[in-house]
């Protein structure tokens, strides 16, 4: 019986578990720490560190199954994506990896075992690559692993070598293909070989070997590694197709359930769904990448990792439409690939609703303004045809990016695919910088990224001497406030030196440490760094972790000389941690009650544990009413006065896998997790209150938070809302602040605090209600006044028009005014101004005969708004401007014969 996809990829971790190999779990597609990396791409990505010698891990053999997109820069496949069989925008990538244990021969020996005798394929139908210069792997296959040398093909750089980048690790690789027969032959070489590299669909790679083995210098000269590493890499996609004897990828467990689901939504025939192949492929490849990337908390925007989700998802409902459905169906197609992989990837069921919200409201969203686009662009195309012309301006895709929501790929596929138009690139980006000029939004700041190489060559020294062990700094933040230590490394303006004295700023290592490192939204710890004598002293500002196992202080020496192999006392400011503590463990509470009060689909999408306020942003589709928060800020505070336990315990991250799909324990987005995690038990045993997964500092009992105050809800992004609150010594605060405010209140209106608000809505009335007689009173004056205004009316070209500067309270009384006139008039064009909050305002209206002889109130009211710095628009009968320079405003009027002239040319 044919092996299932599910089984293909479990007998694959299984295979290599037998072989000593760690198995790991794939890492979120958001690559931690990688700021150079738009998405994980590759299964070696979440080991680069242990590669290049910056992290130690407690395994040297691993495997996984990796979460993948290819969707940006050299491995863009996107356009590919419904037309070829194979090209994907999600995919998994089978790998197994040596961090200095094996090398060669077991990398070869494993792979073709594992395809032989794992997998069952035919010894037959395999070809090799070797690199023309790699003897030893040459050897292996022909002579160890017994393979006809006939089937080994040596190849040079292009395809069998690999580097990191210009400089560091880099190594040969072996390739191994598969031959579907020569039945599918398309290249028509009497000679068809893997060897000639020419695209021949008859050949499949299916895995490659990446033997780690030389370090690259800036001069392009290569050294020995210490230590070699493998790094392999096989597609799932491609060996379920093989294993399954399906030429498409398409066609195999993988996509066809997810391919039922659209045609069964769709109510299309076999035939239909034929002729709608290419609509099918992309929504079912598209509604797996959106799935995945919203489940790892990428969510839908205008720049990096959001613009590409909102990309695949807009196109994938474009093709949608295409295909025939009116309406959003995107989140149907992804509830079933939540069906099918939610199995191995857990974090999908336990954040199924949240996935569903995200994607119905971004494709409603782009459906409202779709069709208009369309036109717009078919109206584009026809113009730009008539001229000759075969490329879009970049003026007019940024407008439809600006105005319809259009991303500029998106345009250029529908420009491409159904017109063989292109886009102007170059003119797009500088629409873009001129808006972003204007309006001064989007700006991106830049990404300090530490000199890695520096840390990572002191920690190795560090070792080397002893002063700090394999493992690191022995770091401690749960142990206290205060611990004993030395000094092992300083370090002045990047470069290690012997000592610091008074005035400088430093950064030092210290051999143990109780100071938090920033991470998981809370913030790092700051305090003191002294002699138990007191000689000298460091005021620690922030600290961070560049290199995993080398915690580093950052601050300014504020006495004395230090040195390194000084004793000395690390002192974390004792009540700024506590403030935090009562924080983190607040948002936890706040968590619960969220997910009690609006549902389970409210997951954390991010948040801020700082001393002074928490921020909490989660899943929710819509505004947490009064009502709502009222409830939620009653029960977190019911919650601090049961004075629940708050206990830390380290588990297996496999033994949680269950408790964290079914939600029964809470686990954050694209959160990297090792093989041992620390979970926050809040409540007695047996019957949690909240169990969440978290590193942070947190209070011993919830009755020391003290109190929560919300002080804020609001939109975070798409689908995420974000609450802000305070705790303890900040609700205090906050209280009295509030409660001296009513005092006061209450005192200058004469009555008791608690009778404030309904003596403040009867004072609302009072003035609503002067408020309606003064603008009677204000009407009365102006029809009163309208007589003599009347009489100002004259002729331009035979024209009546009015152009005047009135006393209105705003755009309703001129707006009323203008009828006025044009009842009395008849066929006229009037336009009135006034001053209203110290900004000039103006209408314009046109009547009917008017605008067929070329008059446009739109273009009338802008032209004379320009006059007082402003603008505006509307219809050709009415439209509306406002200004900046009320004192041009006579200037702005006076302009109006001149232009109702030019109109009637």
């Known amino acids: 019986m044919t092996m299932t996809s599910a089984e293909i990829r479990q007998a694959f971790l299984d295979y290599f578990a037998k072989n000593g190999h760690t198995i790991v779990p794939s890492s979120s597609l958001v690559p931690a720490d990688d700021p150079t990396l738009l998405f994980t791409n590759a299964g070696m990505v979440q080991f680069k560190d242990t590669f290049l010698g910056l992290e130690k891990r407690p395994y040297t053999r691993a495997a996984t199954v990796q979460k993948c997109m290819r969707v940006s820069g050299k491995h863009n496949d996107l356009e590919n994506v419904g037309p070829s069989p194979r090209h994907h925008t999600f995919f998994e990538m089978l790998g197994n990896f040596s961090f200095g244990d094996y090398f060669k021969r077991e990398a070869i020996r494993f792979a073709y075992e594992c395809l032989t005798e794992v997998y069952g394929l035919d010894p037959a139908r395999l070809r ?53 027969g020569e039945e599918f032959c398309t290249c028509g070489d009497p000679n068809c070989s893997v060897e000639l590299d020419n695209g021949c669909e008859r050949w499949l790679e299916v895995w490659n070997l990446v033997f780690m083995q030389f370090n690259q210098a800036p001069d392009g000269t ?59 492929r992309v929504i079912a490849d598209h509604s797996r990448a959106i799935t995945f990337m919203i489940g790892d908390g990428v969510l839908p925007g205008n720049e990096g990792r959001a613009s590409v989700l909102r990309l695949i998802l807009r196109r994938a409902a474009r093709y949608g439409r295409m295909a025939g459905f009116d309406g959003p169906f995107l989140a149907k197609v992804a509830d079933k690939v ?68 259009f991303p500029k790929d998106l345009t250029r596929i529908i420009a491409a695919e159904e017109y063989g138009f292109s886009i102007d690139e170059a003119g797009y980006e500088q629409a873009f910088k001129r808006h972003t000029e204007i309006s001064g939004g989007d700006k991106i700041g830049e990404i300090a990224v530490d000199q890695l190489q520096v840390y990572a060559d002191l920690f190795d020294r560090l070792k080397e001497t002893g002063d700090l062990p394999a493992q690191g700094v022995n770091h401690n933040p749960y142990a206290g406030t205060e611990m004993d230590s030395r000094v092992v490394a300083i370090l002045r303006d990047g470069q290690a030196v012997q000592s610091a004295s008074e005035g400088e700023l430093v ?67 004792r009540d700024r941690r506590w403030d935090i503590m009562r924080n983190h463990t607040a948002t936890h509470l706040l968590h619960r009650e969220l997910r009690r009060r609006l549902g389970n689909h409210v997951a954390q999408a991010g948040s801020l544990v700082a001393p002074d306020r928490l921020r909490f942003d989660f899943s929710h589709p819509q505004m947490v009413s009064p009502e709502e928060l009222a409830d939620i800020e009653r ?24 408790p964290i799909s079914k939600g029964e324990i809470m686990a954050l987005f694209g959160e990297k997790y090792g093989d041992v ?141 203008s ?67 009320a004192s041009r405003l006579d200037e702005a009027l006076a302009s109006v014969d001149g232009l109702v002239a030019e109109a009637l040319v």
Request: include cysteine; charge should be negative.
């Open 635 to 658: 029960a977190v505070n019911e919650a601090i006065l049961a004075d629940y336990p708050v206990t830390p315990v380290f588990k297996r991250y496999d033994e949680l896998k269950d």
């Open 507 to 573: 950064e030092m290592v210290l051999a143990d440490t109780c100071f938090y490192v920033e991470a998981g939204g809370q913030v790092s710890d700051t305090g003191q760094i002294a002699a138990p004598d007191g000689g000298w002293a460091m005021q620690v500002d922030h600290v961070h972790q560049p290199v995993s196992g080398l915690v580093v202080h950052r601050g300014l020496m504020t006495r004395g000389t230090a040195a390194v192999g000084h004793p000395a006392r690390a002192l974390v400011d």
């Open 338 to 405: 939540i069906d099918e992989m939610g199995g191995h990837y857990i974090e999908l069921n336990a954040r199924r609703q949240f996935i569903l919200n995200v994607i119905t409201q971004e494709e409603e969203r782009f459906l409202r303004t779709f069709t208009n686009g369309l036109e717009l662009i078919a109206e584009l195309v026809d113009r730009l045809k008539a001229q000759g012309k075969n490329q879009i301006p970049g003026d007019e895709v940024f407008k439809l990016y600006a105005t319809y929501g």
């Open 677 to 817: 995690v620390r979970v926050i038990q809040i409540g007695p045993e047996g019957s949690y209150y909240s169990r969440e997964l978290c590193g942070g500092t947190h209070v011993n009992r919830t009755a020391q938070i003290g109190a929560l105050h919300i002080i804020s809800e609001g939109s975070a992004a798409a689908g995420v809302r974000r609450i802000e609150a305070v705790t303890g010594r900040a609700a205090q605060a906050l209280v009295r602040q509030r409660m001296a405010a009513l005092e006061q209140t209450a005192a200058a209106l004469g009555v008791r605090p608690e009778e404030t608000p309904q003596r403040v809505a009867a004072l609302v009335d009072q003035l609503q209600e002067k408020e309606r007689q003064i603008k009677a009173l204000q009407r009365k004056a102006a029809r009163a006044a309208f007589e003599s205004l009347l009489a100002q009316a004259h002729t331009v070209k035979g024209v009546q028009v009015v152009a005047l500067k009135v006393d209105a309270p705003d755009a309703a009384m001129l707006r009323e005014m």
């Open 222 to 280: 290569r050294t020995p590694l210490p230590k070699p590493g493998i790094d392999t890499g096989m597609g799932l996609e491609r060996i379920v197709s093989i294993i399954q004897n399906k030429r498409a990828n398409y066609d195999t467990d993988l996509f066809t359930p997810i391919l039922a689901r659209i045609q069964e939504l769709l109510g299309h025939s076999d035939a239909e769904a034929q002729k709608h192949q290419v609509a099918y």
């Open 819 to 885: 009828d006025w006139f044009r009842d009395r008039l008849g066929s006229c064009v009037v336009v009135l101004a006034a001053v209203v909050n110290q900004k000039p305002l103006i209408i314009a209206t046109v009547t009917e005969d008017l605008v067929k002889k070329g008059l446009h109130a739109g273009k009338l009211v802008k032209a004379v708004a320009q006059v007082v710095g402003g603008g505006g628009g509307g219809k050709p009968t009415m439209a509306q401007a406002g200004g900046r320079d």
């Open 128 to 180: 090799f690559t070797v690199h023309k210069d790699d003897d030893e792997a040459y050897d292996i296959w022909t002579k160890e692993m017994g393979v006809d040398p006939s089937l080994v093909y040596r190849m040079g750089d292009a395809t069998n070598f690999w580097q990191m980048a210009d400089v560091g690790p880099c190594g040969p690789t072996s390739e191994l293909h598969y031959d579907w």
